[in-house]
């Protein structure tokens, strides 16, 4: 999905170093989440943020920051880089749909993804 | 929070074959269960989703089933073909539409 993309794609950086991931988007979407994944373990949540001011700790945000410059943008900062935060990370938008018959509910958007290795 | 198991880690099958994947989760306030297919170096895409109102839901060859008293959701897939091969997550969201909880995965390979 185009409309989510996320830079860069692949970064391979040294213990200490600071990192920032960026994530932008096209759809207008307001939701905005990062994961990051690992062998195993599925997707889990980093950070999530509902609008420009709005910024919420997911399951394993110790060690990562995030800021939200703008809807379109939603950014992803290692401070301190350290070996296991080895990973995939994935960008989400998110919004929500309302079906008649079937009530509310909130369809994910993800971007491609960016691999990062700290040595 | 919410805890959501997924089974099995790995499933082979025979092309022409059905595979069944299943997820179980903790928080009975739970409501929306989507299925997302990622192929090897690919994001993750919605292939399917089922809200808690609903007992099953069917797309040409993928189905899901919701079993609330259970606490628990399968993906079945009917007349594999290769291209089906993939890792599948299931998820659950929460009932205040926060966050999504993913199960760990499962690799799908079909067999031709």
């Known amino acids: 999905d185009a409309d989510v993309t996320q830079t860069p794609r692949n970064r391979i950086t040294k213990t200490g170093k600071r990192i920032m991931l960026e994530c932008s988007q096209t759809?207008?979407?307001?939701?905005m989440y990062w994961y990051r994944q690992d062998p195993g373990l599925g997707l889990r949540l980093i950070y999530y943020s509902f609008d420009v001011k709005d910024i919420n700790k997911g399951e394993i945000s110790d060690g990562y920051s995030v800021s939200r410059q703008a809807q379109a943008k939603f950014s992803l900062s290692l401070e301190s880089a350290i070996p296991n935060q080895t990973a995939l990370y994935f960008c989400?938008?998110?919004?929500?749909?309302?079906?008649?018959?079937?009530?509310?509910?909130?369809?994910?958007?993800f971007g491609p993804g960016t691999r990062l290795t700290v040595l | 929070g919410e805890n959501v198991e997924q089974h099995p880690s790995t499933l082979s099958v025979q092309e022409g074959d059905s595979a069944v994947i299943k997820c179980t989760y903790s928080d009975s306030a739970s409501n929306y269960f989507p299925w997302y297919k990622q192929e090897l170096g690919k994001r993750p895409q919605l292939i399917i989703d089922i809200r808690s109102n609903v007992g099953e839901k069917k797309d040409q060859r993928i189905a899901v089933t919701l079993n609330k008293t259970a606490k628990h959701f399968s993906l079945h897939i009917t007349e594999t073909q290769p291209e089906d091969s993939a890792v599948y997550f299931c998820a659950a969201r929460t009932y205040n539409f926060n966050k999504f909880y993913f199960g760990s995965g499962t690799k799908l390979n079909v067999k031709p």
């Open positions: 989400a938008t998110s919004v929500i749909r309302t079906s008649g018959s079937s009530g509310s509910y909130n369809e994910q958007f």
């Open positions: 759809k207008g979407h307001d939701r």
